[in-house]
């Protein structure tokens, strides 16, 4: 992991509240899952694409 401790995460969660409050929170964390699962659909599609290239 990052070397993040228990006081480290719940700093950076209490910046994110003052940051962007406490409705818009839910909002940013389904954004980033979001983000997150597109740019690992991606990478899979080029993998998949690559080594099917370079099978052949």
């Not at 401790?5 to 839910?26: C, D, N, R, V």
Request: glycine share 8%; hydrophobic share 50%; proline share 2%.
């Amino acid at each position: 992991m990052l070397g993040l401790g228990t006081s480290e995460i719940l700093m950076i969660l209490a910046a994110l509240l003052l940051f962007f409050g406490a409705k818009q929170l839910p909002q940013l964390a389904r954004g980033l899952v979001q983000g997150i699962r597109e740019f690992k659909d991606a990478t899979r599609d080029i993998k998949s694409v690559v080594d099917h290239t370079t099978i052949k």
